[in-house]
């Protein structure tokens, strides 16, 4: 027989009707010699009832059978007695009479149970990710997750986008630890790399002149392990002509709205705040500022100079968070706060209450002045080199927040953080592009690059939800020469340039119109906007952060004869 | 200033407004003072004028303008004069007079002319491709093809379908020559494969209980160099729970219609021819044959028994094609098709014309009274053992078909090929699957296995349209048992079966859903879409049949410290 209706969508105007459905059975009850017989599929559960079963034609099949098996179930649907009608159930005022039952598929024992929300390993989650994946928490997920990129797509076609697929399979550009290598079998000894991001693609389509692009593309990075990122990722990849910042960020908060309001019915206020990123470091100690929360970082250093301490007293900068109504002042909390900022590598905090007036009067009678210090709020303080203390100072607020267990006015804060450096230094001390090397500077910071080019700002804009970073963007370099010094900023030689990115050169000096664009990470929206922390429960088939795959058992060893295909051996 | 309007939309409603338009200097005249400049984006070519132009504040900008450089215009919009209003143009009526000119980015000389399709080769234009994609020829289908891919979406959407991503890095299946290997960082030695299609997740996605996906997903395989495949490529992929071959057949028939209709104004008629393919070799020489054409494969076996002709008489097989009302019967195109057959490694075609009856008495008196054979008719004949025969006379058949520059009635012809053999013998004359060893035999073949497994035909099914593949899928297996019986036929140990399908094996084994689908062949269905002959014309940036890319100059080689870090080596 054909199915005639999902089980899920079984419903009282249906009552009468003889129906076929085929699914499986979530959960069996005998009641006195009436058998319930619950079958799930992908709209969801509706009851099948076998009164007298025992005696039925169907006996030996209704007496053996088990959940999660595959049947198909022919019966009549009617309505349930008033008193066993179930409001949680979106089937719940109907129950199918069954008059035939053919199984389709037997299982074996499951490793875990389908029908109960409960906790599993996540690995053990993983390696049967198809049964997982039959589970209600994780299945509505993946169909949210392509509900939200419909919406996306849906808004950038209605905005006069165009979705162009960029190649996954791209050059190997020298230095690019993070790139995974593809050896070539018809090029001996040579690679490809695959694409960390379209970025310079989108950059030749606007060279091309299609004016406004976006792809929801597939992206891969060799990321070490961290907690929550995937070796391949889906982004949201945006570019458009003839743009300035505002009106990228303000089309992005225009695609947020829609998908605040379909998914969680939630309208965003629009524009949202725009913090510099100088700003956002100095109040927030972070350039990923979660705005639901006040306790912004004081710059305290002046009120100290006049300090009872003297490390205090002669730090070249002292900030302080300042916590009201502090709820867990007790000894032991207060050296909690010591403690973390010990193990974040700081020198520790040192904490003021009002009782403790007496220790340093100077310094008490400005807290109370300027910044109504009150009975029960806490001051958090910290000196030394400015931006080290400013980062520790936005670790602490942080663990304030979940250590005070402050709740936040509102469910989603958005803000731009704006104005990021250029160049940054990396661990070894040499620059780097802060954000990639096709970021435009200020226009006013290019004298700049022959004196201080760590000072220059560049035309960029992240944005961050609740803390997060969801994404950034930037006006691009058009002019060749600018991004030539970039380049040589950077300390490529004329030789690496050419090498690296003549093409791109090349391309700027056929008519490049102004651009910038931005890309949002998909699999952290899609996380944010369903409320998961992690975003492998947003991803279909994840892989675990070693980057290893225990339902397929990948990464695996290769034949011999295989690799010598590619010209490449193993080294040990 | 910003623009206000797209240089291709403006039109006869906004004459007297003032805009702003910013593009490529398209056209430049001097029609004795007046200068004419044509500006183009993204929507089209607008002509701005600037009367006794060498008197202006912009004289020395206007003077020097080129081609392809980028600039941006204001001015108010007028009518055109009557004698010169442009019906070719979509803008052609209207003209900007100008008032101010920027020039926003200058230009070096070009490779190849934008503003004119002429004929550029190919290795050019890939290398330029950010300017070949600037012309319209190219560009047009680029943005055909988001089109397509937003109706292709909407679709599966509105049909109930989820789009779901699945790895792209994957595990790797040994002996899988086609797969691109991507060499593991964190595990030493070890090896993942990129993803040749999306195959077993959908598969475990039916198991997971999710019914009805799809999803545009990047395929790749090491192709060997041919002339129209990609190393990448976009595959429609989809999957159902619950269904036969008919239902997905429906469905696609309903995806074409939308399709054709919505691009080429085309009402397709449903349903589609169904041949076997034993019917479709047999006819036509092909699984894929053109059926806008007749011309069918004639089995003349019985009749040539009666032949002068001894090496006919004798043959085990004879099949031939009438060509009625041949044009080109010149002893030169005779023996044309002869050589054809002969470079196709056959033994050559004899060719039968009425006047010519006395060399074959008997044969001729059916050809007439059975086959109504005429004056200026041409039988191609062809003996020998059956398969082979039928296949080179497929081949002359397509040789007819264009020397006979035979036009067909229809301009698309689609038919469904079904019944394909579950196996066949590769170049090594080992059994190999013909499409993918997750095909389910048809049931009445299932006692074959022991027996005489190259008989077994495929519950599979493949969409062929004017004479080109444009994908194909199956019913697939659910039978843990008949899913080992298979890999068994191929060879495999259980030691092989459990190290490279153990995993899913098992998924067959917790409760598997009937389920089919079918993977289309995205790049291939845009080109027969847009009238395109290479799917190159289709993709944005594609590499050459080599895999080289001219654009980038990939693939490169790699550091030795980058090697190191994936732990290896170059081996030439």
Not at 386 to 414: A, Q, T, W, Y
Request: aromatic share 10%.
């Amino acid at each position: 027989m054909k199915r005639t209706i999902y089980a899920g969508n079984v419903s009282v105007e249906h009552v009468g009707e003889n129906v076929t459905i085929k699914g499986w059975v979530q959960k069996i009850r005998n009641h006195g010699g009436v058998l319930f017989v619950d079958v799930r599929d992908r709209e969801g559960v509706v009851q099948t009832v076998w009164p007298d079963f025992f005696n039925s034609i169907h006996a030996d099949l209704l007496v053996a059978i088990k959940p999660e098996e595959v049947v198909e179930i022919s019966g009549s649907v009617r309505r349930r007695p008033e008193e066993s009608v179930n409001h949680q159930m979106k089937t719940g005022e109907v129950e199918i009479l069954g008059s035939d039952i053919i199984r389709i598929s037997s299982t074996l024992p499951l490793p875990f149970e389908i029908s109960r929300e409960i906790q599993v390993k996540e690995s053990l989650r993983m390696k049967y990710r198809y049964l997982d994946l039959r589970r209600e928490s994780l299945s509505k997920n993946i169909f949210f997750r392509s509900k939200i990129s419909k919406l996306v797509r849906d808004f950038f076609h209605r905005n006069g986008f165009i979705e162009v697929e960029t190649p996954l399979i791209v050059k190997y550009t020298p230095g690019g630890a993070r790139n995974f290598l593809i050896p070539s079998r018809l090029f001996t000894g040579k690679f490809f790399a695959l694409a960390e991001s379209p970025q310079i693609y989108k950059q030749l389509l606007m060279i091309a002149n299609f004016d406004k692009y976006f792809q929801l593309s597939k992206c891969f990075r060799d990321e070490d392990p961290r907690s929550d990122r995937q070796i391949e990722f889906t982004q949201i990849d945006v570019e458009m002509s003839f743009i300035d910042e505002l009106e990228v960020m303000r089309l992005i908060e225009d695609l947020f709205y829609v998908l605040w309001k379909e998914i969680l019915n939630i309208e965003l206020v629009q524009p949202y705040k725009i913090l510099t990123y100088h700003e956002a470091i100095c109040r927030y100690g972070t350039d990923k500022p979660d705005l639901r929360f006040g306790l912004e970082i004081e710059d305290l250093t002046s009120i100290f100079q006049h300090s009872t301490f003297q490390y205090l007293r002669e730090a070249s900068f002292v900030g302080g968070i300042i916590c009201r109504k502090a709820s867990k002042i007790s000894r032991k909390y207060l050296q909690g706060y010591d403690e973390f900022i010990k193990s974040q590598g700081g020198k520790g905090v040192k904490v003021f209450k009002l009782d403790e007036e007496e220790k340093d009067p100077e310094v008490f009678k400005v807290l109370k002045t300027k910044y109504y210090f009150q009975p029960g709020d806490l001051l958090l303080v910290m000196g030394g080199e400015k931006f080290h203390s400013l980062e520790l100072l936005g670790l602490l607020r942080k663990n304030i927040i979940e250590v005070e267990n402050i709740i936040p006015d509102k469910e989603f804060e958005l803000v731009w953080v704006v104005d990021f450096p250029l160049f940054e230094l990396n661990n070894e001390g040499n620059i780097t592009s802060k954000h990639h090397p096709f970021t435009s500077p200020l226009v006013e910071d290019i004298p700049l690059f022959s004196t201080n080019p760590l000072m220059m700002r560049a035309r960029s804009y992240d944005i961050v939800v609740n803390g997060v970073e969801l994404g950034g963007g930037s006006i691009r370099i058009i002019s060749r020469d600018i991004q030539q010094e970039v380049f040589k900023t950077l300390g490529l030689s004329d030789k690496d340039i050419e090498e690296k990115f003549g093409f791109l050169l090349k391309a700027l000096s056929f008519g490049a119109p102004p651009h910038g664009g931005i890309a949002l990470g998909f699999d952290r929206l899609v996380a944010i906007l369903l409320g998961e922390e992690s975003i492998r429960e947003v991803i279909a088939f994840p892989k675990m952060t070693s980057t290893y795959d225990p339902l397929t058992d990948a990464p695996s060893e290769v034949e011999y004869q295989q690799l010598k295909n590619l010209h490449i051996k193993v080294e040990e």
